[in-house]
Antibody, heavy 118, light 110 residues
Framework: QVQLVESGGGLVKPGGSLRLSCAAS????????MTWIRQAPGKGLEWVSY????????KLADSLKGRFAISRDNAKNSLYLQMNSLRAEDTAVYYC???????????WGQGTLVTVSS | QSALTQPASVSGSPGQSITVSCTGT?????????VSWYQQHPGKAPKVMIY???NRPSGVPDRFSGSKSGDTASLTISGLQAEDEADYYC??????????FGTGTKVTVL
């Protein structure tokens, strides 16, 4: 069965950096687009970034450009999100999702909490 | 990219039908048939209920249905059940090749 396990979240000071990871299993990772989605405490879902199956195409939410970057390692069945210059408003649970055609997020991880606070 | 507009809350009695709307623009909802709907129970990850406007994944009850007219998509739950009480979010692909979520709707079963 499809399994997505995020890691790397935690407490970080404003201006700091974190790298989130997502370990995928139960499917052929290199066949699928992947997407990061976040949810601030008590708030709605926010689309963050996606990456094509080969890694050759990436898209990032305009509000995050210059600070966040998505990548993947198909040999390790892993997805990453590098987050730099973190701000309090980046505090959220970050979900890794398998992405089908047109943005159908058919499988989700359990999420990893990122808290940006001094 | 602005969030798609959903009502903050919708309620209904068991057995009734309710509809949740999702209003966007000609750059997202109105541009493609790539609207999805997600159900989220408290403390849990979201689950896809509808994809590509009106398709139901395997295992989703057929009381859930989706449609679209112009820039507005809709999720209808027929025969509302207690376990349907949750937050619901729509999502759409955009003409900028990005994605955008709706503001979310809390569905309450009275």
């Amino acid at each position: 069965q499809v399994q997505l396990v995020e890691s790397g979240g935690g407490l970080v000071k404003p201006g700091g950096s974190l790298r989130l990871s997502c370990a995928a299993s139960g499917f052929t990772f290199s066949d699928y687009y992947m997407t990061w989605i976040r949810q601030a405490p008590g708030k709605g879902l926010e689309w963050v970034s996606y990456i094509s199956n080969s890694g050759g195409t990436t898209k990032l939410a305009d509000s995050l450009k210059g600070r966040f970057a998505i990548s993947r390692d198909n040999a390790k069945n892993s997805l990453y999100l590098q987050m730099n210059s973190l701000r309090a408003e980046d505090t959220a649970v970050y979900y890794c999702t398998r992405t089908l055609n047109g943005g159908n997020y058919d499988s989700w991880g359990q999420g990893t909490l990122v808290t940006v606070s001094s | 990219q602005s969030a798609l507009t959903q009502p903050a809350s919708v309620s209904g009695s068991p057995g009734q039908s309710i509809t949740v709307s999702c209003t966007g623009t000609s750059s997202d909802v109105g541009a493609y048939n790539y609207v999805s709907w997600y159900q989220q129970h408290p403390g849990k990850a979201p689950k896809v209920m509808i994809y590509e406007v009106s398709n139901r994944p395997s295992g989703v009850p057929d009381r859930f249905s989706g449609s679209k007219s112009g820039d507005t998509a809709s999720l209808t739950i027929s025969g509302l059940q207690a376990e349907d009480e949750a937050d619901y979010y729509c999502s759409s692909y955009t003409t900028s090749s990005t994605h955008v979520f709706g503001t979310g709707t809390k569905v309450t079963v009275l």
